[in-house]
């Protein structure tokens, strides 16, 4: 039970600094397409990821919905198509990893 916390505790971490990354790149006018990318498919992925581990986690208490946890599974699968999907993020990255 505590395992898959500790690793999406590590993922979390691993996402914020691709973030602080990209931002810094942003931030000293350098090219960050493909950073940026890299944020917006993997955090909206991890964020699924972790709030389903949350409501599994707690059994039939997390998926009844008199509990939070269902509805901010549905919120935060909206992240993943709302900012761009994931497939379109992987082609940016794709084309500036190829760029001639
Ligand atoms: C909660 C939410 C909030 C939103 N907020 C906004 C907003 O604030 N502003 C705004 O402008 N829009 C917003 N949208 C719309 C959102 O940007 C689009 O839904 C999104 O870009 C996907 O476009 P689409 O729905 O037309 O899907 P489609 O383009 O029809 O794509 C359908 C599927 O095909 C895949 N696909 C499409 N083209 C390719 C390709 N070339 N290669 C590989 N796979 C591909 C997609 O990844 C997707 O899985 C929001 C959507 C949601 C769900």
């Known amino acids: 039970m505590t395992h898959p916390l500790a690793e999406l505790q590590t993922y979390v971490g691993a996402a914020r600094l691709q973030c602080y990354y990209s931002l810094w790149l942003k931030d000293n006018g350098l090219p960050h397409n493909s950073e ?3 944020n ?6 991890l ?9 599994l986690a707690h059994g039939h ?7 939070p946890m269902a509805q ?7 992240l993943q198509i709302g ?3 994931a ?6 990255i794709a084309r500036e990893a190829t760029r001639p």
């Open 36 to 38: 940026a990318a890299m």
């Open 40 to 45: 917006k498919w993997w955090a909206p992925k």
């Open 47 to 55: 964020a699924f990821d972790v709030v389903k581990q949350c409501l």
């Open 61 to 67: 208490t997390g998926y009844d919905e008199d509990f």
């Open 72 to 78: 901010r599974l549905r919120d935060v699968l909206g």
């Open 83 to 85: 900012d761009g999907t």
């Open 87 to 92: 497939q379109i993020m992987k082609n940016i």
